[in-house]
Nanobody, 124 residues
Framework: QVTLVESGGGLVQAGGTLRLSCAAS????????MAWFRQAPGKGREFVAA????????VYADSVKGRFTISRDNAKNTLYLQMNSLKPEDTAVYYC?????????????????WGQGTQVTVSS
């Protein structure tokens, strides 16, 4: 059974930083592409960033490029999202997701497993 557990969310002022973590179990983590998505109140779930299973390739949404960094530690079965220069519009529930296979995609429908989410709130 695949389980993804996010942590690290919270309340932060605009311009601040947060680091999200996603602990994975029940899968061959080093062979699984991973991604972060987010969902703001009243909006659909949107892509944030993704990383190839090996960690050597990443992709970001334009809205977070240059501010967020996705990374992974395959020895610890953990995915990370370092978020710098946070803005109020980054406020959302952040989800990690994984799929069978090594290559990442950017659509929610292409991911097989999801965590329960962690709330990030950025005050102005």
């Amino acid at each position: 059974q695949v389980t993804l557990v996010e942590s690290g969310g919270g309340l932060v002022q605009a311009g601040g930083t947060l680091r999200l973590s996603c602990a994975a179990s029940g899968l061959t983590f080093s062979m699984s592409a991973m991604a972060w998505f987010r969902q703001a109140p009243g909006k659909g779930r949107e892509f944030v960033a993704a990383i190839r299973s090996s960690g050597d390739s990443t992709v970001y949404a334009d809205s977070v490029k240059g501010r967020f960094t996705i990374s992974r530690d395959n020895a610890k079965n953990t995915l990370y999202l370092q978020m710098n220069s946070l803005k109020p519009e980054d406020t959302a529930v952040y989800y990690c997701a994984t799929k069978v296979g090594t290559v990442f995609f950017m659509k929610t429908t292409q991911y097989d497993y999801w965590g329960q989410g962690t709330q990030v709130t950025v005050s102005s």
